[in-house]
């Protein structure tokens, strides 16, 4: 039987992304991956949900991020993300105890114009 978890590879389980640490390109935790959103029809990660502030859950915020705003950096182990906090706090989020609304398109897109990416359906 051979261990395919042995050999190094690209991909990786859902349930070990959940948890990673997210960090600035110096190093700083910023927070870390509450849950991965996928598209059901193309089977492709759509975006990663960002838990930051609050203590012991309490006042935690959840900042939905278009998965290409994110790159896996192996040096810290985390997934990294060029923001500031100025963009950070005025960034679209929502208290733990809520929910986005992601069948409301319009959300979607004003995300990815906040973010300057495309949106993962396509087009503005």
Do not use: C
């Not at 859902?14 to 849950?35: F, K, L, M, Q, Y």
């Amino acid at each position: 039987m051979i261990d395919v978890m042995a050999k190094p590879h690209q991909l990786i389980a859902s349930d070990r992304v959940e948890g990673t640490a997210v960090r600035r390109p110096n190093g700083e935790r910023i927070g870390h991956i509450e849950r991965l959103m996928i598209d059901k029809i193309s089977g492709k990660v759509s975006y990663a949900i960002l838990s930051f502030g609050g203590f012991l859950g309490i006042g935690t915020n959840l900042l939905p991020l278009p998965w290409a705003r994110l790159t896996y950096n192996p040096r810290f182990e985390a997934y990294e993300l060029d923001i500031d906090d100025e963009e950070l706090r005025h960034a679209p989020s929502f208290g733990a105890d809520k929910d986005f609304d992601w069948g409301d398109r319009s959300q979607e897109t004003e995300l990815h114009r906040y973010y300057g990416t495309p949106p993962y359906w396509g087009g503005f």
